[in-house]
């Protein structure tokens, strides 16, 4: 059974940073994808980054040149880097991992950006 955890929410303030984790189940080259997703409660949940077997990156327009999806395949964990944050940042983030076209989710990790 796949299993996503994030790690690394929290409160931080404007212009601040943080690092999301994400710890997959299993080897993390077994995925096609995998990715961070956000959502603010009553808002769809959006795609932030995402990084693919080839180690191929996209992201979210706004979040470019600010946050950074990295993998560590020795740790099967995958990692946001979040810098020069902003009050719009703050939302639910999730993990997610695409396998043989079954989207697998984490719980989620809170992210909070004071102004």
């Known amino acids: 059974q796949v299993q996503l955890v994030e790690s690394g929410g929290g409160l931080v303030q404007a212009g601040g940073s943080l690092r999301l984790s994400c710890a997959v189940s299993?080897?993390?080259?077994?995925?096609?994808?995998i990715a961070w997703f956000r959502q603010v409660v009553g808002n769809e949940r959006e795609l932030v980054a995402a990084?693919?077997?080839?180690?191929?990156?996209h992201y979210l327009d706004s979040v470019k040149g600010r946050f950074t999806i990295s993998r560590d395949n020795a740790k099967n964990t995958v990692y946001l880097q979040m810098n020069s944050l902003k009050p719009e940042d703050t939302a639910v983030y999730y993990c997610?991992?695409?396998?043989?076209?079954?989207?697998?989710w984490g719980k989620g990790t809170l992210v909070t950006v004071s102004s």
């Open positions: 299993g080897s993390i080259f077994t995925f096609n994808a």
């Open positions: 997610a991992a695409d396998l043989r076209g079954v989207r697998y």
């Open positions: 990084i693919t077997q080839d180690s191929s990156t």
